[in-house]
Nanobody
Framework: VQLQASGGGLVQPGGSLTLSCAAS????????AAWYRQTPGNQRELVAA??????TYADSVRGRFTISRDNAKNTVYLQMNSLKPADTAVYYC??????????????WGQGTLVTVSS
Protein backbone atom coordinates (compact mmCIF):
# COMPACT_ATOMS: atom_id res chain seq x y z
CA VAL A 1 0.00 0.00 0.00
CA GLN A 2 1.25 3.49 -0.85
CA LEU A 3 -0.13 6.73 0.49
CA GLN A 4 -0.13 9.79 -1.76
CA ALA A 5 -0.52 13.08 0.07
CA SER A 6 -1.53 16.22 -1.77
CA GLY A 7 -3.13 19.61 -1.31
CA GLY A 8 -0.37 21.60 0.31
CA GLY A 9 0.58 25.06 -0.82
CA LEU A 10 0.88 28.70 0.11
CA VAL A 11 -2.06 30.31 1.87
CA GLN A 12 -2.57 33.59 3.67
CA PRO A 13 -3.26 33.71 7.39
CA GLY A 14 -6.93 33.06 8.02
CA GLY A 15 -7.24 31.01 4.86
CA SER A 16 -8.13 27.37 4.33
CA LEU A 17 -6.63 24.30 2.71
CA THR A 18 -7.71 20.71 2.38
CA LEU A 19 -5.09 17.98 2.37
CA SER A 20 -5.82 14.60 0.84
CA CYS A 21 -4.16 11.25 1.43
CA ALA A 22 -5.11 8.55 -1.04
CA ALA A 23 -4.20 4.93 -0.47
CA SER A 24 -3.36 2.88 -3.53
CA UNK A 25 -3.43 -0.88 -3.77
CA UNK A 26 -5.93 -3.46 -2.71
CA UNK A 27 -7.23 -2.57 0.73
CA UNK A 28 -9.89 -4.22 2.77
CA UNK A 29 -10.12 -1.46 5.35
CA UNK A 30 -8.31 1.46 6.95
CA UNK A 31 -8.48 1.06 10.71
CA UNK A 32 -6.58 4.11 11.81
CA ALA A 33 -5.53 7.25 9.94
CA ALA A 34 -3.67 10.29 11.12
CA TRP A 35 -2.02 13.50 10.02
CA TYR A 36 1.28 14.62 11.48
CA ARG A 37 3.37 17.70 10.81
CA GLN A 38 7.00 18.54 11.16
CA THR A 39 9.06 21.72 11.06
CA PRO A 40 12.85 21.91 10.67
CA GLY A 41 14.67 20.84 13.83
CA ASN A 42 11.54 19.54 15.51
CA GLN A 43 9.97 16.15 15.99
CA ARG A 44 6.98 15.08 14.00
CA GLU A 45 3.84 15.89 15.96
CA LEU A 46 0.37 14.44 15.79
CA VAL A 47 -2.17 16.87 14.37
CA ALA A 48 -5.29 14.74 14.05
CA ALA A 49 -6.22 11.09 14.10
CA UNK A 50 -9.24 9.00 13.32
CA UNK A 51 -9.95 5.46 14.38
CA UNK A 52 -13.27 5.42 12.59
CA UNK A 53 -15.03 5.55 15.92
CA UNK A 54 -13.33 8.54 17.48
CA UNK A 55 -11.15 11.45 16.47
CA THR A 56 -8.29 13.16 18.26
CA TYR A 57 -6.85 16.61 17.69
CA ALA A 58 -3.83 18.47 18.94
CA ASP A 59 -4.82 21.33 21.21
CA SER A 60 -3.27 23.79 18.79
CA VAL A 61 -5.63 22.83 15.95
CA ARG A 62 -8.81 21.75 17.73
CA GLY A 63 -11.76 23.69 16.40
CA ARG A 64 -9.91 24.71 13.24
CA PHE A 65 -8.92 21.38 11.63
CA THR A 66 -11.16 18.45 10.76
CA ILE A 67 -10.04 14.96 9.81
CA SER A 68 -12.39 12.88 7.72
CA ARG A 69 -12.34 9.68 5.71
CA ASP A 70 -13.97 8.43 2.53
CA ASN A 71 -13.78 4.67 2.93
CA ALA A 72 -15.09 4.03 -0.56
CA LYS A 73 -12.18 6.00 -2.01
CA ASN A 74 -9.63 4.90 0.61
CA THR A 75 -8.85 8.56 1.14
CA VAL A 76 -8.28 10.59 4.28
CA TYR A 77 -8.70 14.36 4.37
CA LEU A 78 -7.58 17.17 6.62
CA GLN A 79 -9.66 20.30 6.32
CA MET A 80 -7.67 23.21 7.73
CA ASN A 81 -9.42 26.51 8.46
CA SER A 82 -8.31 29.75 10.06
CA LEU A 83 -4.72 28.92 9.27
CA LYS A 84 -1.94 30.61 11.19
CA PRO A 85 1.75 31.08 10.39
CA ALA A 86 2.44 28.57 13.19
CA ASP A 87 0.70 25.92 11.07
CA THR A 88 3.49 26.14 8.50
CA ALA A 89 5.03 22.67 8.26
CA VAL A 90 5.38 19.56 6.16
CA TYR A 91 2.29 17.48 6.72
CA TYR A 92 2.43 13.69 6.61
CA CYS A 93 -0.38 11.19 6.56
CA UNK A 94 -0.25 7.79 8.16
CA UNK A 95 -2.63 4.87 7.92
CA UNK A 96 -2.87 1.28 9.01
CA UNK A 97 -5.42 -1.30 8.17
CA UNK A 98 -6.06 -4.63 6.52
CA UNK A 99 -5.26 -6.11 3.11
CA UNK A 100 -7.43 -9.05 4.03
CA UNK A 101 -8.86 -10.59 7.15
CA UNK A 102 -5.38 -11.82 8.09
CA UNK A 103 -2.91 -9.37 6.52
CA UNK A 104 -2.32 -5.86 7.79
CA UNK A 105 -0.45 -2.83 6.49
CA UNK A 106 0.89 0.46 7.80
CA UNK A 107 2.26 3.25 5.66
CA TRP A 108 3.35 6.87 5.58
CA GLY A 109 2.66 9.39 2.86
CA GLN A 110 5.49 11.40 1.35
CA GLY A 111 4.65 14.74 2.97
CA THR A 112 3.12 17.88 1.58
CA LEU A 113 4.30 21.39 2.46
CA VAL A 114 1.87 23.91 3.89
CA THR A 115 3.09 27.49 4.12
CA VAL A 116 0.96 30.11 5.84
CA SER A 117 2.26 33.56 5.08
CA SER A 118 1.12 36.94 3.88
Amino acid sequence: VQLQASGGGLVQPGGSLTLSCAASGSILSINYAAWYRQTPGNQRELVAASSGVSTTYADSVRGRFTISRDNAKNTVYLQMNSLKPADTAVYYCYADGQYSSTDSFHAWGQGTLVTVSS
